[in-house]
C-alpha cells in the first residue's frame, strides 16, 4: 500500500495540467482495481449542480471544468452523504440502479465517446470525499463497467489515495482561478486599448470635454444614458486618461450577478465562509487596487451592498465574507445606470448617502437618435473591425441608400443595436453589398413618391462623401466657422477637410442649396 501511495502521489501531483495528472493515475490504477474511468467533482450547492473539474478514460484525459445540473433525488442522497462524510471518510459505495450512477451517466454523454458511453448502460461507482483539514474540497469517483464491481477492499484503496488527490484540486482549481483571471485581466486590457469612441468630434463633443475635465482627479464618475449609449467605452476612456492608465481596469454589470453572490464577486470570501468557498478568493475591489473599478448597472445593486460600497467609499476599507479583518484598497469608481437613481432614492430603493457619493460627477451620454451625424463614422468603423473578428478579407461594400436608412431609424437599442445589426448583415451578405432589411424603413420612400435608383456597388467611401457633400451643399460649401459644414457634421474642421482630401472631395461654389 505504501508503493501505492508513493505512485499516486508522484503521478496526480506531477503537473498543475490536471487531465494530464488524473490519466497517468488512471493509467497506473487500472492494475490495481477495477477500472474504466475517474473523475473528480466539486459539488455546488446555491445552484445544486456538479462542477466536473477533469476526467480520464481509456482515450485520456479530460478537462472539463462544467456544471451539471443534479435532480432532486440525487441531490438530496448527496447532501446525506456529504454530511455523513464530514465527520469520517468512507467511501461511498454505488451499484447500476442507484439514482447518483444515471447522473454520472447523464454527464458522460457530453464528453465521452460513443464506444465508452454505450459500455456505460451498465456500470458501478465509488465516491470518496477529498478533504484537507477535515474539510470536504471536492469528489474522487471510480468508475467500472458491470455490476457490483466495487467491494470494501477497493474502498481501502481510495481512502489511502484521498489526501494526494486532495492536494492535486486544490493546487488544480487554485491554478485555473488564477488562469481565469489573467484571461479577465488581458481581455479588460485589449478592451482598453481597442475601444474607439466614436463621435468624440461629433455628437460626444461634450462627453469628450466632461471626460478631459474629470480624468485626471480621483474623483468618482456617474455615467448615465440609455441602455446601449457606449457608456463601458467613456469608463475606458476616462481610465486611459488618468493617472491610473497603467493599473487595472476591472468591469462589473452589476444586473448580471445574483443577490446571494454580489457580496462576494465584490469584496472577496474567506474559505470556509459558506458552503462551496474551498479557498480564499480576492473580490474585484482587491482585483483593481491602483486602478479604476466601472459597476455598470449600479441601480441593480441590493442594498446590503450599497451599504458595504458606501463603507469603501468612505474609507478605503472592506472585509472579506467571512473576515473578521479589514482590507485597505485604493480604486477610483466609475458606476453607470440607465435607471433615474434620484427617483429611485425618492422610494427608498437607492441608498441617499450613496447617491450623493457617487453623483459627484455626473456625465450624460446621450443616446444615438440624438448624434445620427456620427452613423456614417460608426458603420464604417464597425465594418472594419467586425471584418477583422469574422476573417473577412475584403469589407463589402454598402448599399445605396442603406446609410440614409441607418440615419433615419431611431435606434431603440442605441450602439449596440448598430453594432449588432452590421455584424448580423456581414454574416448575411457573402461578399455581396450590405443591405439592412430588419430594418423599419419608414422614410425610405413616401407613398406615390417614385423610388430612387440605386447606384451599384457603391463603396463606403462613397456613402460617406455623399453624406459630406449633402452638408456642404447646405452650408454653400462653407467648411469651418459659423454655419459651417464641420458643424453641422459636428466634427472638427481639420478632420473634414482630412477627409475631403481622402476622398477626393474639392471645394467648390457648386455647393450650393437648390
Same mark, same amino acid.
Given at each position: ?33 477495477? =477500472? ?123 481512502? !489511502? ?9 486544490? /493546487?488544480?482549481?487554485?491554478? $485555473?482561478?488564477?488562469?481565469?483571471? /489573467? *484571461? ?124 458595504? =460600497? ?21 480604486? *477610483? ?10 427617483? $429611485? ?25 440624438? *448624434? ?7 458603420? !464604417? ?8 473578428? $469574422? ?96 458643424? =453641422?457634421?459636428?466634427? /472638427?474642421?481639420?478632420? =473634414? ?18
Amino acid at each position: 500500500m505504501e508503493t501505492l501511495f508513493r505512485e499516486v502521489t508522484r503521478r496526480i501531483c506531477g503537473s498543475l495540467q490536471i487531465d494530464e495528472a488524473l490519466f497517468d493515475v488512471y493509467v497506473y490504477l487500472k492494475g490495481h482495481l477495477p =477500472l474504466n474511468g475517474i473523475c473528480i467533482t466539486v459539488y455546488e450547492y446555491e445552484t445544486k449542480s456538479a462542477r466536473i473539474i477533469a476526467g480520464a478514460y481509456d482515450s485520456g484525459g479530460i478537462l472539463v471544468n462544467r456544471s451539471f445540473p443534479i435532480s432532486d433525488t440525487a441531490w438530496r442522497t448527496v447532501q446525506k452523504w456529504q454530511k455523513e462524510s464530514r465527520s469520517e471518510t468512507t467511501p461511498w459505495i454505488r451499484d447500476e440502479t442507484h439514482p447518483i450512477n444515471n447522473e454520472i451517466k447523464k454527464v458522460m454523454t457530453h464528453f465521452a465517446n460513443a464506444d465508452y458511453f454505450k459500455r456505460l448502460e451498465h456500470f458501478s461507482s465509488i465516491t470518496c470525499a477529498l478533504k484537507i483539514r477535515d474539510e470536504i474540497i471536492g469528489n474522487l469517483t471510480f468508475v467500472g463497467f458491470g455490476p457490483d464491481r466495487y467491494s470494501t477492499s477497493h474502498g481501502n484503496i481510495i481512502t !489511502e489515495v484521498n489526501e494526494p488527490f486532495a492536494i492535486a484540486l486544490s /493546487n488544480a482549481l487554485r491554478f $485555473m482561478e488564477l488562469e481565469q483571471n /489573467n *484571461r479577465e485581466l488581458q481581455k479588460e486590457a485589449r478592451k482598453v486599448k481597442g475601444d474607439v469612441m466614436i463621435g468624440a468630434d461629433g455628437g460626444l463633443k461634450k462627453v469628450k470635454h466632461m471626460i478631459e475635465q474629470v480624468a485626471p482627479t480621483l474623483s468618482h464618475v456617474l455615467l448615465q444614458g440609455e441602455t446601449g449609449t457606449g457608456k463601458e467605452v467613456v469608463a475606458n476612456e476616462i481610465h486611459k486618461l488618468s493617472p491610473r492608465s497603467n493599473g487595472p481596469l476591472i468591469s462589473l454589470n452589476c444586473g448580471a450577478i445574483p443577490e446571494n453572490l454580489i457580496d462576494s464577486e465584490l469584496f472577496g470570501h474567506e474559505k470556509g465562509s459558506f458552503t462551496g468557498a474551498v479557498e480564499t478568493r480576492q473580490g474585484l475591489f482587491e482585483r483593481a487596487d491602483k486602478g479604476t473599478l466601472f459597476l455598470d448597472e449600479v441601480g441593480e445593486l441590493p442594498l446590503s451592498a450599497q451599504t458595504k =460600497l458606501l463603507r469603501v467609499i468612505q474609507t478605503g476599507e472592506f472585509e472579506r465574507v467571512g473576515g473578521t479583518f479589514p482590507v485597505k484598497c485604493d480604486v *477610483r469608481l466609475i458606476c453607470a445606470t440607465h435607471r433615474n437613481l434620484e427617483n $429611485m432614492v425618492q422610494k427608498k430603493e437607492f441608498r441617499e448617502d450613496l447617491w450623493y457619493r457617487l453623483n459627484v460627477f455626473p456625465i450624460t451620454i446621450p443616446p444615438l437618435r440624438r *448624434r445620427t451625424r456620427d452613423i456614417p463614422l460608426m458603420v !464604417e468603423h464597425f465594418i472594419l473591425t467586425k471584418c477583422k473578428e $469574422m476573417n473577412i478579407a475584403t469589407p463589402p461594400k454598402i448599399a445605396s441608400g442603406e446609410l440614409k436608412a441607418l440615419t433615419d431609424y431611431p435606434w431603440p437599442g442605441n450602439v449596440r443595436e448598430l453594432q449588432n445589426l452590421i455584424e448580423r448583415a456581414l454574416i448575411l451578405s457573402k461578399g455581396n453589398p450590405l443591405t439592412f432589411p430588419d430594418l423599419i424603413h419608414t422614410n425610405r420612400s413616401k407613398p406615390g413618391e417614385p423610388q430612387v435608383a440605386h447606384k451599384i456597388n457603391p463603396g463606403l467611401d462613397d456613402t460617406i462623401a455623399e453624406h459630406i457633400k449633402w452638408a456642404l451643399t447646405q452650408t454653400n460649401g462653407k467648411i469651418s466657422g459659423k454655419d459651417g459644414a464641420a458643424e =453641422l457634421l459636428e466634427i /472638427n474642421p481639420n478632420t =473634414l477637410r482630412s477627409r475631403m482630401q481622402k476622398l477626393n472631395i474639392k471645394r467648390s461654389s457648386s455647393y450650393t442649396r437648390k
